[in-house]
């Protein structure tokens, strides 16, 4: 999984807690970024980061936030989790000198929002 | 019109044969062209990447890329019960600061 992990890897919740997923890089890749897959949607990038505290938006942003205080980690939070949040969450990351746009992905965190 | 379309199948092919995907996109701005494969449960797993019109091969693997018909495909040759999985085709558009726009894949079964 080139030097990503994600925690947890497994998550159940209520609806209405606040939830916190974890992207850990060792591999030093400037963009990072969060993505959810569903059946019938497939992949959707929910937000990325280009660099340190540079963040922007995917295209299913709401009810999510990030941050990314550090090169190595790059943060996803459910403010408030909601049932249609129950997804399969994805970390990827990107962006070396000899390949600035492929992507490599963790291995996932499954989270069930009650 | 999606923005990246593929077949969802499922695609049957048996063993040693070859296996074709297709792949079709909207915006005739995009750059950089991508297969991953995604097993069961699974984390997709880059295949190839590809940039120019025609032909990239990698081992049992060949990507085609032809802009002007906005259409991109994989070819897995001597297909092996391995191979079975997820095809995504993914596509990154111009000025999008590397963002990948997925198609919903396409799920190829390789049968002994």
Not at chain 1, 72 to 88: M, R, W
Not at chain 2, 7 to 23: D, Q, T, W
Not at chain 2, 63 to 92: E, G, H, M
Request: some cysteine.
């Amino acid at each position: 999984d080139a030097g990503i992990t994600q925690s947890p890897r497994h998550k159940v919740t209520e609806t209405g807690t606040p939830v916190t997923l974890r992207c850990h890089q060792t591999e030093n890749h400037r963009y990072m970024y969060w993505y959810r897959q569903d059946p019938g949607h497939g992949l959707r990038l929910i937000h990325y980061s280009y660099g340190v505290k540079d963040t922007d938006k995917g295209e299913v942003s709401d009810g999510y936030s990030v941050s990314r205080s550090k090169t190595e980690d790059f943060l996803l939070t459910l403010e408030s989790a909601t049932s249609s949040q129950t997804s399969v969450y994805f970390c990827a990351i990107g962006g070396t000198k000899s390949s600035t746009d492929t992507q490599y992905f963790g291995p996932g965190t499954r989270l069930t929002v009650l | 019109q999606k923005e990246v379309e593929q077949n969802s199948g499922p695609l049957s092919v048996p063993e040693g044969a070859i296996a074709s995907l297709n792949c079709t996109y909207s915006d005739r701005g995009s750059q950089s062209f991508f297969w991953y494969r995604q097993y069961s449960g699974k984390s997709p797993e880059l295949i190839m990447s590809i940039y120019s019109n025609g032909d990239k091969e990698d081992g049992r693997f060949t990507a085609q890329l032809n802009k002007a018909s906005q259409y991109v495909s994989l070819l897995i040759r001597d297909s092996q019960p391995s191979d079975s999985a997820t095809y995504l085709c993914a596509v990154i558009r111009g000025g999008s600061n590397y963002k990948l726009t997925f198609g919903k894949g396409t799920l190829l079964t390789v049968n002994p």
